[in-house]
């Protein structure tokens, strides 16, 4: 870990360090948010921001870096259908790399064996990539079942009593009614049947390296294109959704092109480009990993019609002018 | 500063500092933006980020601590328009304050003397804000005139030249034909008269203090209303931006309010609640901020309108069933 000094005098009470992982912070506020919102178990608590730790060899662009930007959940349910969720959430994250577009291929999920796992935990995932500088897959996330073993831990350093984050079982939402609810059974029938400290499931993945697999997985190459390097973003990712070019900058197209653009550019980020050929032009967006440029030519001003160009195949097709923004929400799905 | 060693020894050579400020990163970077995308003069280089300062006495809430998150723009201009850009940015900075709701009496812009600037500089303005905590305004933001104070430094540093981050005068985009603009000129005639090392327009904010200030000048009492305390947030600004209520959980009223919540839902952080009575419902609400409340009662059933309830006056009217996603859109202007 990275060891610091708060306040002017540097000795062992000032003595602080950087945050290895965001996870601890959570715990920390469980109760507090159980307390101040109108959740009740099961529920999760998200978290993303900056962990730290003091890596001797730093290498694999940032692979392993020395600061990095973690996300991660803390699933905090009833003990009974911890499996459950464990398995739910181990295949809903899976799920989330395929969806934006890292291949089935390069992604490795891999169930620990029995001997690799904690005692109090039925299961962690690692979900691994294979990177190209790698031979062997490397984590992205780990999916574990943690069981209560955090909570306990931290009701015994807080209250020494490991069941002080104990919740309250209902099926009812929780609110300021928790009263009836402790009248209408006894305190002893309660304790015994109706209370636990919830087991965690938590998902924890580096935003870094996702970002890096992304781009690996992004990166083609096609000898026959006029630009044969491109990046082909899944466009939920594509950091520019749309370009809008009118094929010549005179005879009324930049007059044509520039509403549409502002209207694009109202809702995605977007840019308008008139120089150089358009052959040049598709080649930058598809260099950027732009998934669609609208042209507007000569035909635009004859039948209102523009073309979508495909960064994938440079297939075209040819849509009203009125349907860009349309057309582009239905292909993004946003 | 704080200050930490990388890497496995604790020696001089291993020092290293947690970054007190995040301008730095976009001076040393200036010169890979400037060569990798298309931008040309004038431009800016926004960031958000975490900053740390070792603070011997953090208090006042967020307002004061030793790990904060700083949003700061440096944006590059021609030295001939750097005047004219300082009070751009300076008015439209005030401005962003007011638009999201900081009343301007509250707010303090003070424009330092002539006596407080830095040598290279033409003004520097503090946006303040009268905490109610505090006797005196406090600084939410500085917009500095900065000259070529950075680049230049930096220059100096980095390759013992000053001029390193000069820049070529040009009235059209940069492009790759750099080459060309070369040939229609001589070496000679483009140094004297059409070089330059942009002059610097900052403005440095810190996200926390801005959301402080949001907090206090939200809070709002009125012993008249049902529940005295609420969030007087700027609808753009809340957290929650509706919440839909069947006032009853029966009689066909949740079949009409769920399909309006999950539309919502898509769009915009909302709420569902069909628990207690309505007043209760509005008073949670008010208490988050939530700006509109949309009820479905047993008018819904015979006309297909719904009550929409307004925050801070709790007034209400009746709109269409259909257009509650179009009423927000238009109330948020989102």
Redesign the interface.
């Known amino acids: 870990m ?7 005098l540097q000795d062992s009470s000032s003595k602080v360090y ?1 945050r290895p992982e965001t996870a601890q912070g959570i715990f920390v506020n469980f109760k507090n948010v159980m307390d101040s919102t109108r959740v009740k178990i099961p529920f999760g608590i998200a978290q993303i921001g ?1 962990a730290f730790r ?1 890596e ?1 060899n730093p290498r694999n662009f940032t692979f392993r870096s ?1 600061e990095f930007e973690q996300m991660e959940i803390e699933f905090f349910c009833n003990p009974k259908e911890s499996r459950m969720w464990y398995e739910f959430w181990r295949d809903l994250r899976k799920g989330w790399y395929t969806s934006l577009g890292i291949k089935s291929g390069n992604l490795r999920p891999r169930e620990q064996g029995k001997e690799e796992l904690a005692h109090y935990s039925v299961g962690t995932t690692d979900i691994e990539y294979l990177f190209p500088f790698s031979d062997e897959p490397q984590e992205l996330e780990g999916v574990a079942h943690r069981g209560d073993f955090d909570l306990k831990a931290h009701g015994k350093h807080s209250k020494n009593n490991e069941n002080a984050f104990e919740v309250i079982e209902e099926s009812e ?1 929780r ?1 300021s009614d928790r009263a009836d609810l402790a009248d209408s059974e006894s305190p002893r029938g309660l304790k015994s049947a109706a209370r636990f400290v919830p087991h965690v499931i938590e998902p924890s993945a580096g935003a870094d390296r996702f970002t890096l697999a992304v781009i690996c997985e992004a990166y083609s190459f096609d000898e026959k294109r006029a630009s044969p390097e491109f990046m082909k973003f899944h466009p939920r990712l594509a950091p520019i959704k749309a370009a809008v070019f009118p094929l010549v900058a005179k005879d009324g197209l930049p007059e044509i092109a520039e509403p549409i653009f502002r209207e694009i550019k109202k809702a995605f980020p977007a840019q308008y480009d008139v ?2 050929s358009i052959g040049k032009r598709y080649a930058r967006m598809d260099e950027a990993g732009t998934p669609f440029c609208f042209t507007i030519d000569g035909q635009s001003k004859e039948d209102g019609t523009v073309t979508v160009r495909n960064r994938d195949d440079a297939s075209q097709i040819r849509i009203d002018k009125s349907r860009c923004l349309e057309y582009l929400r239905e292909q993004l799905r946003l």
Chains 1, 2 share one sequence.
């Open positions: 990275f060891e610091s000094h708060t306040g002017a950087l900056k003091n001797v020395r939402p609110s120089k150089q």
